[in-house]
């Protein structure tokens, strides 16, 4: 209690200009005390103004005063230095050189508790209290301390910038907005920062929207990470299983024909024993039948010669004696049947690895990348497409390395297969395509009639002249045909007119997960011509 009652009596008997304890005191017209140097200095400061103002309340007194000793104060400040009155405030209420220092206080400054837009200066706690009680210094906009007041001042016109030039996005006095400015799109500083403030909230609604996006993002990923390993783990367990079964059913097509092949072998080799016993049992008989005949030649009498001669003749062999002896040949055809299954299994396994391979690789868990805009951008998801010549219409000629096609007028001589479009001059890709996919078709200048860039289910049928088997007639492809400039889309047997610029290079992009099939044109920009939007169900061939 007795620090407060020392605090008081420090306030009530120090100099409001140098915050010291008075020296000299004097009294104003208004009751406000001060040291008599400290006043008469603020005083012949105002001199030129011919006025003199109370610096605690502002009032005015014309002409200057003359002001005599307060002998009252004087001695009760002598009274209470005797008692322990303080001189000076502590040293934290001073401004240290990373703080803003009052501008009215003379000698040591205290720290600013404000600053004053209007008057362009900062005051201490003491000093601020003119504003915070004179009605007119009310109105004043009162800040934190700030040291860059002067940033507020038209370094043109030395006036407060309190306008705000949209057109040249600037601070400007009331002076610049009718001289330069004058024809500019101009409004208050005030104005302007609502507006700004307006934008400004709206930009950290955003942001604190996408933060919490993200902050939800973040506290699922764990999640996300237990269910990618998890997915994984479960993948790999059922595709060993998979595996397995079919290895399993491997050895046991191998031991079918393991089997069939033994029994085979002993059914033939029971027949060749079998034959062999009856052609043992007629040499048997044809050498008794030659001795005999023997006999019957070497017979000295007529008469007994013709008599035995009708009882010796020779009944017919039933069997050939065309044998031909093939070694390790018999089963040839079993070898070479299981060579051909092999074959079409190491295809098989070999194609579904390679769609198995790329389906792995687009998992993608993340947040999915934009879409590419320059060419750049789009080769960094090229793939090379070669052109499979099981599927190739007789008349397309591939060549290169099964990367051109070339449409023939007479038939060529390509062999039967059952992936070979057999009416619909038509070929698909080797490469199956899946996650994202990027390509270019370079039509030939000159060629005559259309060229049409397609993409396929490999289900889509091929035999016949149906819509079935047609590229964008079906729900099992979708086609782009380009004729000049003129560019066409079909799918489903719906037509789809487009335009665009023309160009010798067709860019084709696929998003497959994402369900995104779109063709440019090529040429020093990327021009989209046409954008599809839909779900892949299997994986697409070119």
Known sequence: MEQQENQLDRERFCCSICLDPLKDPVTTGCGHSYCLSCINTHWDKEEERGSYSCPQCGQTFTPRPVL????????????????????????????????????????????AHKSCLVCLASYCEKYLQRHLQSPPLKKHKLVEPSEKLQENICSRHDKVMKMFCRTDQQCICHLCSVGEHKYHDTVSAAAERTERQRELGLRRQTIQQRLQDREKDVKLLPQEEEAVNGSA???VEDSEKIFTELS?????????????????????????RELQERLEQEITELKRKDHELKQLADTEGHNQFLHNYPSLSLSESTHSSSIRIRP???????????????????????????EILQIVSQVDVLL??????TRPDFLKYSMKITLDPNTANKHLLLSEGNRKVTRMSKTLTHSDHPDRFTVRRQVLSRESLTGR????????????????????????????????????????????????????????????????????RVGVYLDHSAGVLSFYSVSDTMTLLHRVQTTFTQPLYA
């Open 68 to 111: 005599g000793k307060s002998t009252m104060l004087a001695d009760s400040l002598e009274e209470l230095k005797k008692t322990g009155l303080q001189a000076a405030p502590a040293d934290h209420c001073y401004a240290g050189p990373e703080d803003v220092a009052c501008d009215v206080c003379t000698g040591r400054k205290l720290k």
């Open 328 to 354: 390790l040949r018999y089963f040839e055809d079993v070898t070479a049947a299981v060579s051909q299954v092999r074959g079409r299994l190491q295809d098989i396994l070999s194609e579904a690895e390679t």
């Open 233 to 235: 783990d479960k993948t």
């Open 437 to 504: 996919c990027y390509w270019e078709v370079e039509v030939k200048v000159g060629v005559i009639g259309p060229v049409s860039v397609a993409v396929a289910y490999k289900n889509i049928r091929r035999a016949g002249y149906s819509h079935k088997c047609r590229f964008g007639f079906n729900d099992k492809s979708w086609i782009f045909i380009c004729y000049g400039n003129i560019y066409v889309f079909y799918y489903n047997s719906i037509k789809t007119p487009v335009s665009g610029p023309w160009s010798s």
């Open 368 to 373: 999915r990348q934009p879409e590419p805009e």
């Open 248 to 272: 399993r059913l491997l050895e046991e097509r191998s031991s079918d024909v393991k089997q069939q092949i033994r029994s085979q072998q002993e059914t033939e080799v029971s027949r060749v």
